[in-house]
């Protein structure tokens, strides 16, 4: 966890007995331990965030904007965990208070310490090189010489190849920082729960400029739906929320004023956090279609004048937008699957879109062919992965893939897709919209020949590239 200055590694080394002592004292119920474990914390972060700030700020640490705004969000939270310490009622509350603490303090020191604060670790080793250089000293004297294992293998290629060594640029949208200082508690719960969602949809919407497809994106993958799924459920869902009874009566007691947009779910009682998962699922059930029978017999659905008012409010202005099929129950049980008060999926789907970005660029792309891949490994990885996510999922993950990634065609789609069952039936059952969209390009030929055109000049430039690595190799020490 080093970053190379002392105060900071000293400062990191408290946020470790922190969370240790906040373990150690939920294990043994030592209620005096915890009490002054929960009190420190807030004295903690803003004495850290003092120094790291002075320190970031003296070496020009660049991006620093985006870093402070996480200390001041983190520091809210910290003054919120102390209040709420001392209204406890009893051990047993702050114990369930100290569960939460140190959730949150294990995802502060793996996705802000050990990645944002560590950028300050260059700037820290130049400064001690520069002092080096002033006292005389030798630097590679004094330290062992480190590897930098992320840097890429550079070669001196042919312009018509050099693309072929070019990391994959693409385009992923960013959350805005948490909001605070509502006026009401009907307005934090919406803005709450559209946060909750957007840490779901957002992570879809990823693009890159150099993959182009014909086809529309699925729903999902598009910001321009999202915007229309917020007015759809602050017109059709939110309100059954609000007016609920029992949501109602347990806000009156929750303390609201402090929290903010993502702080919301991890302060507000379980019983209010049930009654609204609760109200939410419901109002999705109530506008799905309903099995009735014709006077000679036949079944037939029918649809309900608030799923007439869902279907014009999410259907797509251009039809190049995106492709939403008719809503039906299917997409009901996607849209109800956006809100999980218990879980933050953001962090998450962003390991898991690495994890399959490496195995992508291991196995697909020559750029790494030091560490290539065995044949089938990123195939593998999606099938793994989707063990740990909702179901309804993981055809939007596989299609981001399709439309980020230039050697993920529909005919890798197709080969994957016979993962899923022994017929198209039973593999429309797992991923349908992975489905629709094989059947959409089977409707475009010109779709699979560009495919196969593309295809055969990657294999010819790829060939190329490894004619060219045999030629040099013994000239220049490839």
């Not at 693309?163 to 508690?185: K, M, S, V």
């Not at 981001?400 to 789609?413: D, K």
Request: glycine share 4%; hydrophobic share 40%; charged share 30%.
């Amino acid at each position: 966890m080093s970053v190379g200055i002392p105060e900071l590694d000293a400062d990191h080394k408290k946020l470790l007995a922190l969370i240790n002592g906040t373990e150690k004292a939920v294990n043994t119920c030592d209620d005096a331990l915890l009490r002054g474990v929960l009190q420190d914390l807030a004295s903690y972060f803003d004495g850290h965030f003092k120094r790291e700030e002075a320190i970031f700020t003296a070496l020009k640490v660049p991006g620093w904007d985006a870093h402070k705004k996480q200390h001041d969000s983190m520091a809210q939270k910290a003054r919120l965990i102390r209040d709420k310490a001392q209204s406890c009622p009893g051990p047993e509350e702050r114990r369930k208070l100290a569960t939460i603490v140190t959730n949150m303090l294990n995802d502060w020191l793996l996705n802000h310490v050990f990645k944002e604060d560590m950028k300050v670790k260059p700037y820290a080793r130049v400064k001690i090189q520069r002092a080096d250089e002033t006292l005389g000293l030798d630097p590679a004297a004094e330290r062992p010489a480190k590897i930098d294992r992320n840097r890429d293998i550079t070669y001196a290629l042919p312009p018509g190849l050099a693309h072929l060594l070019t990391r994959i640029e693409y385009e992923a949208e960013q959350l805005p920082p948490p909001r605070a200082g509502f006026n009401t508690f009907e307005q934090l719960c919406t803005a709450a729960i559209c946060r909750r969602i957007d840490r779901v949809v957002t992570f879809f919407h990823r693009t890159n400029p150099e993959v182009h497809r014909p086809l529309p994106p699925n729903f999902l993958l598009s910001p321009l739906f999202s915007e229309k799924f917020q007015l759809a459920i602050g017109k059709l869902i939110l309100p059954n929320i609000h007016d609920s009874r029992q949501v109602r009566m347990l806000a009156t007691s929750f303390d609201w004023a402090n929290a903010d947009t993502d702080s919301f779910w991890d302060f507000v009682p379980a019983l209010l956090k049930a009654n609204i998962l609760d109200t939410w699922t419901a109002s999705w059930d109530d506008l799905k279609l309903v099995e009735t029978k014709r006077e000679d017999g036949s079944r037939v659905l029918q649809v309900k004048e608030p799923t007439k008012q869902l279907r014009d409010m999410l259907q797509a202005t251009d039809p190049d937008d995106y492709d939403l099929p008719r809503v039906g129950n299917r997409e009901i049980e996607i849209f109800k699957s956006l809100l999980d008060p218990a879980t933050d999926w953001w962090e998450r789907l962003n390991n898991l879109w690495q994890t399959i970005h490496d195995l992508y660029e291991q196995e697909k792309e020559p750029r790494v062919f030091q560490q290539k891949a065995r044949e089938g490994a990123l195939r593998d990885g999606l099938l793994n992965a989707f063990q740990n996510f909702p179901d309804q999922w993981g055809d939007f993950v596989i299609l981001s893939c399709y439309r980020v990634s230039p050697r993920i065609n529909s005919q890798f789609l197709q080969q994957f897709s016979t993962n899923l069952g022994r017929n198209e039936h039973e593999r429309e059952a797992h991923m349908p919209y992975l489905i629709r969209t094989l059947r959409q390009v089977r409707e475009h030929p010109n779709i699979l020949s560009q495919e196969r055109e593309a295809m055969a000049e990657w294999e010819a430039q790829e060939q190329a590239l490894r004619k060219f690595f045999k030629e040099n190799q013994a000239d220049q020490g490839y």
